[in-house]
């Protein structure tokens, strides 16, 4: 027989023999062979028992002296090479020895012996296994096409076991299917090499006599009974091997997932790291649309989605709010402490039903729905929501579900040490405050009320030792003791004032307030207590036509004081002291106390307000004063819903203190809103 080139191209079109042979390469054997003999009905065989029947036909050609045609397809080249030396045996039994190959294939050490046809890569034969032998007194047939889904294993992740693949086909020892699969593939051959035509004209009438007949010839072997057994016990043989491996991959991933999330918990207490690998994560493994973590509990109306895993072309819910509260689906979860798998959104009652569900739904294009709750010590602390979009995917299986709730306690352990974590952050920062304030509290204190004890105790020392003292100086020790006496008196009134409107044990009585009243009082107040001392000018450009405040008249007068006092002790005898008020829209009054007097770094306008603030330090002041009026007057202002600020361009520019007062039209609009 004349060996040719596998090499050899043909060039197409170039007469009418050619084009008689044109066909559609991209058409499977398998559906062509369906479509000339509809009986049939297709099987799956796994990779590990095409292997093992090729190898059974193959020996049967072996075993015989009856020279037969064979014709091979392996799909990959590594195949090829495996098979090599089974062909070389097989060319010395036949002239008719076909094989089918990819264009890269090296196949040159079987060119005296066996023929090859190089098919194009977009050939359906390079997805197909085909082995054909015909003889005189047998026939076998294997027409396999390898299943899609061995491209990956419905999970995005390809299959780690060759013998895993799956095809599909048909494997037969009957004359007539074998002899058209072979016709069928005969034809492909001369489409790559017409310059067979005469060899294979040879083989059809040597080998492919009686293709119609349907009764066997007599003396020809049919070992179907036999070899069907042995392919199923192969079969049942794979199936386990699969079913094994499967169930090692899950325990596998399962680990890995733990391992995962483990590591990240060591690592490090931010929740916010942790809760993003979980996300993608479980996403990845579960193959979801879209996978979300959040934290909820029993009185949680919604929650903010902050972390998100998306497949592509899903709409993101990054950063939206989430309804908790008017979820009954989520709700039933926090209830039952348990997971809800709802496989399609569109027949489920409880979503058709109800309208706030239906629209979520569409909204977000969920078409299954998956809740896994996070439990610590039984409580339900937060939520993990898979979904499928667009389509319903591939659904997930109780082991899809049992693995996710493996991990549902590792994130709500971690959600729980993150949150303790803060905690004690939050408490060391408190207590750190909590030492400042106690050290502010003995320093000033020890300062503020030695002095004036100090000074009494002189004054009244020499009273009781001086009986001859002039009436004169005798009337300047009593009010030198009186003064110190107002100021530590003054001093005490300030702790209790700071601690009962801290801790909530004021009572408040708000009613309609004149402001100009308050200002005229206490700027009377502060005249009174000064009636020694001069004070800087204080002018009063405050208008009278402002609206009624409601607030508690007594305690806007404490505030207006206490700005007023501290203007006037940063401020020198020559400088100015401006109060004035003005409406600042329909609900409020404004009002500015501003002086000319030492100023305020920008950096410490919010500071000022802190308790015991001291800006020159809490012993090294040249005024006097604990720290705590401007401490008193913020709490006020925030009791009755007002803001209080200060501005100042810097140090000796001056300082203008603001707040702001209820009027009489919003607790009208509140009455109206209740």
């Known amino acids: 027989m004349e060996r040719l080139s ?41 990779k590990s028992s095409l292997t093992a029947l090729s190898h059974a036909m193959e020996d049967q050609v072996l075993a015989t002296s009856d020279p037969p045609l064979v014709i091979a397809s392996f799909q990959q080249e590594r195949f090829y090479r495996q098979e090599a030396h089974r062909y070389r045996r097989l060319g010395k039994k036949s002239d008719h020895i076909y094989i089918f190959s990819a264009i890269d294939t090296s196949f040159k050490d079987n060119e005296e012996i066996c023929t090859t046809i190089n098919f194009d890569p977009e050939d359906a034969l390079s997805q197909e296994w085909h082995l054909m032998v015909i003889g005189k007194t047998f026939t076998s047939c294997l027409v396999c096409r390898e299943c899609e889904e061995n491209n990956n294993n419905g999970r995005g992740k390809p299959i780690a076991l060759d013998s895993a693949r799956r095809f599909e086909g048909i494997w037969t020892f009957d004359d007539r299917v074998a002899k058209t699969a072979t016709s069928l593939l005969l034809e492909k051959i001369l489409y790559y ?22 009764e066997e010839t007599p003396g020809r072997v049919n070992p179907d009974a ?4 042995l392919v199923t016990h192969l079969q049942a043989g794979q199936y386990r091997v699969i079913r094994a491996y499967s169930s090692i991959a899950k325990k596998e991933e399962k680990e890995r997932l733990l391992r995962c999330l483990t590591n990240a918990i060591r690592r490090s207490l931010d929740i916010q790291e942790i809760l993003t690998i979980t996300v993608q994560e479980v996403g990845e493994a579960l193959s979801a649309c879209r996978c979300l973590v959040y934290r909820c509990h029993a009185d949680t109306k919604t929650a903010t989605i902050k972390h998100e895993f998306l497949s592509s072309n899903v709409v993101s819910i990054q950063d939206k709010t989430w309804p908790v509260a008017d979820n009954p689906l989520l709700q039933g979860v926090q209830q039952e402490g348990t997971h809800l798998y709802i496989q399609d959104t569109a027949t489920n009652p409880t979503i058709q039903n109800n309208s706030f569900l239906s629209s979520l739904v569409a909204e977000n294009q969920i078409q299954s729905w998956l809740f896994i709750p996070l439990l610590y010590q039984g409580q339900v602390i937060g939520m993990i929501e898979l979904h499928h979009c667009y389509d319903k995917g591939n659904p997930w299986s109780d082991d899809d579900i049992e693995l996710v709730e493996a991990i549902a306690p590792q994130i709500g352990l971690a959600l729980t040490q993150a949150e303790a974590y803060a905690n004690l952050e939050s408490l060391n920062e408190q207590l750190e405050a909590l030492e400042q304030t106690r050290s502010n509290l003995v320093a000033i204190t020890g300062h503020e009320l030695r002095t004036p004890l100090s000074t009494i105790q002189v004054c009244l020392e020499s009273l009781i030792n001086e009986p001859d003292m002039s009436e004169e100086l005798r009337q300047v020790m009593l009010s030198t003791a009186l003064n110190d006496s107002e100021r530590m008196r003054r001093l005490v009134q300030d702790f209790l004032t700071l601690s009962r409107l801290e801790s909530g044990r004021i009572e408040w009585n708000p009613e309609q307030t004149s402001v100009e009243e308050c200002i005229e009082l206490s700027l009377s107040n502060i005249a009174g207590q000064n009636t020694e001392t001069s004070l800087p000018s204080i002018e009063n450009q405050t208008q009278g036509n402002l609206p009624l405040a409601y607030v508690d008249g007594e305690w806007l007068v404490e505030v207006l004081a206490k700005l007023l ?31 000319t007097g030492r100023g305020i770094e920008p950096s410490r306008l919010e500071t000022v307000f802190d308790r015991f603030y001291q800006e020159e330090g809490a012993l090294q002041r040249s005024t006097g004063g604990t720290g705590l009026g401007l401490a008193i007057c913020r709490q006020i202002v925030n009791k009755w819903g007002g803001e209080i600020w200060a501005e100042s361009p810097g140090k000796d520019n001056g300082t203008q203190f603001h707040f702001t007062i209820p009027t009489v039209r919003v607790q ?3 009455s109206v809103r209740r």
């Open 6 to 46: 596998p090499k050899r191209e043909v060039a197409f079109g170039d007469g009418e023999t050619n084009s008689t042979l044109l066909m559609d390469r991209s058409t499977s054997l398998v559906a062509e062979l369906l479509e000339q003999l509809p009986h049939l009905r297709t099987q799956i065989y796994f």
């Open 193 to 214: 090499r017409p310059e067979l035509a005469a060899q294979i004209e040879s083989a059809r009438n040597y080998y492919l006599q009686d293709i119609e007949e349907t």
């Open 226 to 229: 036999f070899v069907e057994r």
């Open 565 to 595: 006092d501290n203007a006037c002790k940063f401020t020198d005898n020559d400088g100015q002291i401006r109060l004035f008020a003005q409406e600042q829209d329909e609900e409020y009054v404004k009002v500015t106390i501003a002086d």
């Open 668 to 670: 009208a609009t509140s």
